[in-house]
């Protein structure tokens, strides 16, 4: 499987409507451009918490998604090309169904790795002022996902995203993201199977077990 990168994106920190702090605000980069461990070398991420390296240094999110969104919440001020929902790969023909965690892709020279989908949270409605998109993202199980980097290399908008070895089929990332923060999570035999899975990020792992001791 090979699609061509619509855009690679990166921001540096801004303060939202809110007055939060945040880099979730991106713009497509013209050009080559490194990425590292920690991501695109110009990319900034305040809450290294919830959105940094390793398991999480790229982010993808689904060019598709843009129409869904604005079907739902309308021409949004902030919601307009690549780089708005935060991510960092932007391309058309591949969503949370199409791949799977442990997944490889050859970005550019760079080999990367899918560890977890996105968990959505109140900084993108806070950056969109749009209230109720976390609900419908996690009901529609349209969050992108988050990527490690392997390998570091260059890559620009243009290369292909190409799939070199297929990680657990069992486990699409629409699928381990509406067992994990789903309205009905997946029994717990599933979600430790999940959890088991050789590439999945510690985070992920960490939320599965938060849920299992409720």
Not at 27 to 52: A, F
Not at 112 to 140: D, F, N, W, Y
Not at 141 to 153: K, M, N, Q, T
Request: net charge neutral; proline share 5%.
């Amino acid at each position: 499987m090979k699609l061509q990168v619509a855009a690679i994106c990166a921001g540096a920190a801004s303060t939202l409507p809110s007055g939060k702090s945040s880099g979730i605000h991106k713009q497509p980069l013209e050009g080559p451009v490194m990425i590292g461990v920690r991501g695109i070398e110009t990319d900034e991420q305040v809450d290294r918490k919830h959105h940094g390296y390793p398991a999480m240094a790229l982010h993808h999110f689904p060019q598709e998604h843009y129409d869904w969104l604005r079907y739902h919440f309308g021409q949004l001020n902030r919601l307009g090309g690549a780089g708005s929902m935060g991510e960092n790969i932007a391309t058309t023909g591949l969503t949370e169904h199409d791949v799977h965690i442990g997944d490889r892709f050859r970005l550019g020279s760079a080999l990367i790795e899918v560890t977890q989908p996105r968990q959505p949270c109140s900084t993108i409605e806070q950056h969109l002022e749009a209230k109720g998109m976390v609900k419908a993202i996690v009901s529609a199980a349209r969050p992108g996902w988050f990527y490690r980097v392997l390998e570091p290399g260059m890559a620009q908008a243009g290369d292909h995203l190409e799939r070199v070895e297929t990680g657990d089929m069992r486990w699409s990332v629409a699928r381990a993201f509406l067992s994990v923060y789903g309205a009905n999570r997946a029994p717990d035999a599933e979600l430790e199977q999940l959890a088991a899975v050789p590439r999945v990020s510690d985070r992920l792992v960490l939320d599965i077990r938060k849920r299992l001791s409720r």
